[in-house]
Every structure is written in C-alpha cells, then in structure tokens.
C-alpha cells in the first residue's frame, strides 16, 4: 500500500485532482468529508464544539452552522486552533480506520487541506501538492464559489503558503491553467505513484 498526502490551497483544484486520482483506481480518504462526518448531529464531535463555541452554532435543526462557524474562526487564529483542536484527532482515528480496508498494492490517497498546517507530511510515503498562484485562487473562489472577495482572502490566509506546502511536496501539480492541462498531469503523476505501490509490494 502507498499512503499518498494530497494537499493543496483553498481553490487551487485538489477536488478534481482527487476526483481524476479516484477515476484511475485510487482509494480515496477525504479528511473534509470526514470533518463533516465527525460533527454530525448526535456525534461527541458536535458535542464537543457546541462545549467550545456554544449553541450559536447550531442551525434551529440541531446541526453544525458551517458558515458560522467559519465566520468566528476564519478571521481568529485562536478560535480556529481551538476547532481543530477537537475535529483533527477525531478525523485523524477515522482516516485510520478506513485505511485499514486498503489492499496490499492499493495506492491510498489521503485528501487533507491542512496537511501542510498541522505538520502530517510525515505520515505519507508521499506528498503531491496542488498548486496555484493566489490570483488564481482568489479568482476561482470569487467566481466559481461565489465568496466575496474579503472571505476569500481571509480563507486564503488562514492557510499555509504557497511557498510551504511546495516545500513539503514529493510532486507538484501545476493547476494555474485551464482544465484540460489538469489532466494528463494528473495521469503522470498517477504512473509514478502505480509503481512507487508495486515496488512496495
């Protein structure tokens, strides 16, 4: 098994990245997905937030209010350690968990935004980044996603730099182009990692 760390910046294309790795036959951990998972009504995870940051950020159904949530953490370094602090290690147990279903010559790729922020490339045989110039983020997050210019910025800070998550990456992705350069990118990257798993065998 090849445990793979995919990362990359908030609009920089590491959903579609991730999505291209999975039509190749990849198995695929999505620390988001499980980030959401772990905060569902009647979860200790939700129980556990709602302690930190109170019943405001409870929708009237009892369900985590994402957008305010963020809003009290992406603009606040300590607030947002503060959340991690209780969803990480519960998305940390679960991406365990399921990586144990993994055959022997699987290439596992873990989706992880924060891989860079929390210190986890070492947990990965491998590390491949997604990359984009921030005018492109900022550009894809306000066009694409619809936020205004000043969230997306805040989100965009929140996180690490470009000049970071380079620096722990095993392979780079350029993604500052269209769509169609993407994928036989994505396809090489894909080879490399199929033999990097049978050689581990």
């Known amino acids: 098994m090849l445990k793979v760390g995919l990362t990359g910046g908030i609009g920089a294309g590491k959903s579609e990245v991730s999505r291209l790795f999975v039509s190749y036959g990849a198995v695929l951990i999505d620390a988001d997905k499980i980030a959401r998972e772990v905060v569902e009504p009647g979860t200790p995870g939700l129980a556990a937030v709602v302690e930190e940051f109170g019943a405001d950020?409870?929708?009237?159904?009892?369900?985590?209010?994402r957008p305010r949530l963020g809003s009290l953490v992406f603009s606040d370094a300590g607030r947002l350690a503060a959340l991690n602090a209780i969803v990480h290690p519960l998305v940390g147990a679960r991406s365990a968990e399921l990586e144990q279903l993994a055959g022997p010559g699987d290439v596992v790729i873990h989706d992880v935004p924060l891989l860079t922020e929390n210190g986890l490339a070492p947990l990965y045989d491998l590390v491949v980044v997604v990359d984009a110039s921030p005018g492109t983020q900022?550009?894809?997050?306000?066009?694409?996603?619809?936020?205004?210019?000043?969230?997306?910025?805040?989100?965009?800070?929140a996180q690490a730099t470009r000049e970071q998550r380079r620096a722990v990456a095993d392979l780079v992705i350029d993604n500052d182009g269209p769509l169609e350069e993407l994928e036989p990118q994505v396809r090489k990257v894909w080879e490399q990692l199929r033999e990097r798993a049978a050689e581990g065998r």
Do not use: C, I, K, Q
């Open 57 to 65: 950020v409870l929708t009237p159904e009892g369900a985590l209010d």
């Open 138 to 157: 900022l550009d894809r997050l306000v066009r694409l996603r619809g936020m205004d210019e000043t969230e997306a910025r805040n989100r965009m800070a």
